[in-house]
Nanobody, 117 residues
Framework: QVQLVESGGGLVQAGGSLRLSCAPT????????MRWFRQAPEKERDFVAS????????YYAHSVKGRFTISGDNAKNTVYLQMDSLKPEDTGVYYC??????????WGQGTQVTVSS
């Protein structure tokens, strides 16, 4: 029942940068791993990056490796996705996902990222 809110999306030209944020809104918050996914129009929802709170372990989809950086702020229970060298194919709705300590998942409503050529 934890709510997640994504922010930071927008319109940017190819080669530009955006920084997305994912913050919980519930009174209680439990998290083991937080992940970013994205979904382009008429395509499946794809994994982008993950962040494990225990040790800061990160994973990235091959398509964004070297361009995107995921990080977490323990004080705010907030995860960020720094996106650099953006490409038109990065366009889509970006969703934040939380996997809590019980293995239960939660999703945000998504934030639109549009990269123009």
């Amino acid at each position: 029942q934890v709510q997640l809110v994504e922010s930071g999306g927008g319109l940017v030209q190819a080669g530009g940068s955006l920084r997305l944020s994912c913050a919980p809104t519930g009174r209680t918050f439990s998290s083991y791993v937080m992940r970013w996914f994205r979904q382009a129009p008429e395509k499946e929802r794809d994994f982008v990056a993950s962040f494990r709170w225990r040790d800061g372990r990160t994973y990235y989809a091959h398509s964004v490796k070297g361009r995107f950086t995921i990080s977490g702020d323990n004080a705010k229970n907030t995860v960020y996705l720094q996106m650099d060298s953006l490409k038109p194919e990065d366009t889509g709705v970006y969703y934040c996902n939380n996997e809590d300590l019980n293995g239960q998942g939660s999703w945000g409503q998504g934030t639109q990222v549009t990269v123009s050529s």
